[in-house]
């Protein structure tokens, strides 16, 4: 089992950055695949990013590549989400989540969510 707690949401302009945290309870954070997904309202729950146990491979949704960089600190028990340029088109409640399989990419893949983190960008 393992709890997932967000932060790092806001409010930003267009073009601006934020870096999300997602911090893991329990002592085998290591064991996980972690992913970044969001969920704007009126909207399905939509694959972000994803990293593997060990952070040496990732995944990222067409719409984020060149822009987000998700990687992880296996002795914090955190992984991170760095938003760069970011789009008003990129407003959403952003969630992390964790698997055991290697590199999930959809939201059924996962077993362990967190409660996510509200992530605002004006124009």
């Known amino acids: 089992q393992v709890q997932l707690v967000e932060s790092g949401g806001g409010l930003v302009q267009a073009g601006g950055s934020l870096r999300l945290s997602c911090a893991a309870s329990?002592?085998?954070?290591?064991?996980?695949?972690m992913g970044w997904f969001r969920q704007a309202p009126g909207e399905e729950r939509a694959f972000v990013a994803a990293?593997?146990?060990?952070?040496?491979?990732?995944a990222y949704a067409d719409s984020v590549k060149g822009r987000f960089t998700i990687s992880r600190d296996n002795a914090k028990n955190t992984v991170y989400l760095q938003m760069n340029s970011l789009k008003p088109e990129d407003t959403a409640v952003y969630y992390c989540?964790?698997?055991?399989?290697?590199?999930?990419?959809?939201?059924?893949?996962?077993?362990?969510w967190g409660q996510g983190t509200q992530v605002t960008v004006s124009s």
């Open positions: 989540a964790a698997d055991s399989g290697r590199l999930p990419t959809a939201p059924n893949e996962y077993d362990y």
């Open positions: 329990g002592r085998t954070f290591s064991s996980y695949a």
């Open positions: 990293i593997t146990r060990r952070g040496f491979n990732t």
